[in-house]
């Protein structure tokens, strides 16, 4: 596999309900590093998708009184209508139900009982069908009469019933090996040590095959069974790089996938589950899996069945769609949790993109307009502090990479909001207006330095606010196709002379009855 391929993933989600900032969170955080590893001219394969089988989405299609397929169809449309909303720039969009994703799953269960992996016995215990989980006894807690899951607050029902095992209890100590061995393998930190405390109390073989409903992929050779969910949604992964057919060129250039994004509520499968069904399977494991905190709203995970759900079509529609990514990023850190609300939302907006970058941006183009003839000025000659604002951006490039490729994103928001303030105070302390009166050579240098400025910065927001960034860019005739750091780096990349078009009303300021 060549160095600069790169393939990252969203969680597959359940098309259970209406898509919401949940789901919207995993796939921007995604989007935003598939962009950034673009710029970067990586080759990028960015999937998402929609995780059908299974119980929950049985049950669901039952309430909706819908066969589970025709449900699917509908609602998995309604997350591929999302992936346009918030402007993804996947490459793919995987359905479970889809015949390229059965091949694939067969293909790991036959290699799974090949290895003698898997065994047929019976479960008893605990399940969560709204987490699609097994949980053990000690996991469990009786409230208000009802038995519900520590873990996730969930409500479990007591199952018995025949089912195929996952030798998972054999794979503990490789597991440890390979979490010790790589320790960016999974991230943020706390998130391993989790991780690494769950499989050293001891793992118990995994059921991973079910008999009461018939809503999945059949066990092959034992149609009484349906593959385990989990079990079939994590291959999504490999199925849409055409495994098994490894001599394929996506499964080539792109497995092993350089990083899974996900919920640090399904930690556990991707960071247990999954690198054990791969190493069964003897397949090459994926480089990193990178668990994100929760969005919550008054302290409490967004979700629908907590009823606390705020809408991110109504906030895209009202706000528009480079606000709503801007702000969730800034506003919550990483890999923790962070609690979301329409004030601060507004803040946000305000004061980051209305008022510092969008208000230079605003600025500095009227102020070519009218006094350089709409036209990036002819400059021969560039001063010392010119030097030292361009500069500022390009001795920062090598961090802001390493900044994304720990994922430390907020730390990069940082950085670029830094050099849009940088910018503006360039703009105040050298006054093109004063210059204009007995020194146009002097103005002419100055404003081309600050339209590289906002160049750069575009190019550096491009991955978190595409569609706005992408406005700026072509209002100074950057092409397209120079959406990259070596556009950045090239401090003579404005053509001298080039008309600007005017890009309209970047961000809006929002008043406070909005
Ligand atoms: N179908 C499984 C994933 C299978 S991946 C092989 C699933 N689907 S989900 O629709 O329930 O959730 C998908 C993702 O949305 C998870 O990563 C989950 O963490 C994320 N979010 C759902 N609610 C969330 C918040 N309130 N905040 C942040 N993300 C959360 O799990």
């Known amino acids: 596999m060549s160095d600069n391929n790169f393939y990252i993933t969203t969680p597959i989600y359940y098309p259970?309900?209406?898509?919401?900032?949940?789901?919207?969170?995993?796939?921007?955080?995604?989007?935003?590093?598939?962009?950034?590893?673009?710029?970067?001219?990586?080759?990028?394969?960015?999937?998402?998708?929609?995780?059908?089988?299974?119980?929950?989405?049985?049950?669901?299609?039952?309430?909706?009184?819908?066969k589970p397929k025709e449900f699917c169809d509908e609602i998995s449309l309604k997350f591929k209508d999302l992936t346009k909303t918030l402007n993804l720039s996947n490459d793919d969009f995987i359905r479970t139900t889809e015949k390229r994703h059965h091949k694939a799953v067969n293909e790991i269960?036959?290699?799974?009982?090949?290895?003698?992996?898997?065994?047929?016995?019976?479960?008893?215990?605990?399940?969560?069908?709204?987490?699609?989980?097994?949980?053990?006894?000690?996991?469990?807690?009786?409230?208000?009469?009802?038995?519900i899951s520590k873990i996730s607050g969930s409500k479990v029902e007591w199952v018995e019933e025949e089912s195929f095992f996952f030798k998972l209890?054999?794979?503990?100590?490789?597991?440890?090996?390979?979490?010790?061995?790589?320790?960016?393998?999974?991230?943020?930190?706390?998130?391993?040590?989790?991780?690494?405390?769950?499989?050293?109390?001891?793992?118990?073989?995994?059921?991973?095959?079910?008999?009461?409903?018939?809503?999945?992929?059949?066990?092959?050779?034992?149609?009484?069974?349906?593959?385990?969910?989990?079990?079939?949604?994590?291959?999504?992964?490999?199925?849409a790089l055409n495994f098994p057919d490894e001599k394929?060129?996506?499964?080539?250039?792109?497995?092993?996938?350089?990083?899974?994004?996900?919920?640090?509520?399904?930690?556990?499968?991707?960071?247990?589950?999954?690198?054990?069904?791969?190493?069964?399977?003897?397949?090459?494991?994926?480089?990193?899996?990178?668990?994100?905190?929760?969005?919550?709203?008054?302290?409490?995970?967004?979700?629908?069945?907590?009823g606390n759900i705020l809408d991110p079509l109504d906030i895209?529609?009202?706000?528009?769609?480079?606000?709503?990514?801007?702000?969730?990023?800034?506003?919550?850190?990483?890999g923790n949790d962070g609690s979301i609300s329409l004030k601060s939302l507004k803040d946000c907006i305000n004061n980051d993109l209305a008022n510092n970058f969008g208000n230079l941006c605003q600025r500095v183009i009227t102020f070519v307009e009218k006094n350089c003839n709409s036209c990036i000025p002819n400059c021969k000659k560039f001063f010392k502090e010119d030097q030292i604002i361009f500069e500022s951006i390009i001795k920062k490039v090598p961090e802001l990479k390493k900044l994304i490729d720990k994922q430390e994103l907020n730390q990069y928001m940082k950085e670029v909001i830094n050099f849009s303030f940088e910018a503006n105070k360039y703009f105040n302390d050298l006054k093109p207006w004063d210059l204009?009166?007995?020194?146009?050579?002097?103005?002419?240098?100055?404003?081309?330095?600050?339209?590289?400025?906002?160049?750069?910065?575009?190019?550096?927001?491009?991955?978190?606010?595409?569609?706005?960034?992408?406005?700026?860019?072509?209002?100074?005739?950057?092409?397209?196709?120079?959406?990259?750091?070596?556009?950045?780096?090239?401090?003579?990349?404005?053509?001298m002379g080039y008309k600007i078009k005017k890009p309209g009303i970047l961000f809006k300021k929002i008043e406070d009855d909005n």
Request: with cysteine.
């Open 16 to 66: 259970s309900g209406k898509p919401h900032m949940g789901h919207a969170y995993s796939s921007i955080i995604a989007d935003i590093f598939a962009r950034f590893k673009r710029i970067e001219k990586n080759n990028v394969m960015f999937l998402t998708g929609t995780d059908e089988h299974g119980q929950k989405i049985e049950r669901e299609a039952q309430k909706n009184l819908k």
């Open 109 to 147: 269960w036959n290699r799974l009982v090949n290895s003698k992996d898997i065994y047929l016995s019976k479960y008893s215990g605990w399940y969560s069908v709204s987490d699609e989980a097994y949980y053990s006894d000690d996991e469990v807690d009786t409230k208000n009469n009802l038995k």
């Open 169 to 239: 209890s054999s794979w503990q100590s490789k597991l440890l090996k390979h979490y010790e061995s790589n320790p960016d393998f999974i991230l943020p930190k706390s998130r391993k040590n989790e991780v690494v405390e769950f499989v050293k109390s001891g793992l118990k073989d995994l059921s991973v095959s079910r008999t009461s409903f018939t809503w999945g992929i059949p066990v092959p050779k034992n149609k009484k069974h349906v593959i385990y969910v989990w079990l079939d949604a994590l291959t999504n992964y490999l199925s």
């Open 248 to 306: 394929n060129v996506k499964y080539k250039n792109f497995w092993p996938a350089n990083i899974h994004v996900i919920g640090k509520d399904i930690l556990r499968f991707h960071a247990v589950y999954w690198p054990a069904f791969l190493m069964a399977a003897k397949i090459p494991l994926p480089k990193r899996i990178y668990g994100h905190g929760w969005i919550l709203s008054d302290e409490k995970k967004m979700s629908k069945s907590l």
């Open 316 to 334: 895209i529609k009202k706000y528009g769609i480079d606000q709503l990514r801007y702000y969730l990023i800034k506003e919550v850190s990483l």
């Open 436 to 495: 204009k009166k007995d020194n146009i050579e002097r103005m002419n240098a100055v404003i081309y330095t600050i339209l590289n400025q906002i160049k750069s910065i575009s190019i550096l927001l491009y991955p978190v606010i595409p569609g706005s960034s992408e406005k700026i860019l072509n209002c100074l005739g950057v092409d397209k196709m120079d959406f990259n750091i070596d556009c950045l780096l090239d401090t003579n990349y404005l053509k």
